[in-house]
Nanobody, 111 residues
């Protein structure tokens, strides 16, 4: 079956960086668009970034210029490079591929 496993979350100071990974099994990642979403406590899940099967990327206004989505087809893995992190970026980050979701990874931004 299709599985998505996120990793790379953790605690980082404001202004710091993290790279999240989304390892996919049971499906070829390049066959579909892959996206990152996040959900902060008490808030609805929101879209962060998407890469289409053709490699076109798009970003939410709140992260454009700071976050970069990428994909490594040989590893069947997607990434989210997050730079200049802010306290408002703190959330559980989820990877999505078609109808499938990962379990999430926690990102905490705090001094």
């Amino acid at each position: 079956q299709v599985q998505l496993v996120e990793s790379g979350g953790g605690l980082v100071q404001p202004g710091g960086s993290l790279r999240l990974s989304c390892a996919v099994s049971g499906y070829i990642i390049s066959f579909n668009a892959v996206g990152w979403y996040r959900q902060a406590p008490g808030k609805q899940r929101e879209w962060v970034a998407t890469m289409t099967s053709g490699g076109t990327t798009s970003y939410a206004d709140s992260v454009r210029g700071r976050f970069t989505i990428s994909r490594e087809d040989a590893k069947n893995t997607a990434y989210l490079q997050m730079n200049t992190l802010k306290p408002e970026d703190m959330a559980v980050y989820y990877c999505r591929l078609g109808y499938f979701w990962g379990q999430g990874t926690q990102v905490t931004v705090s001094s």
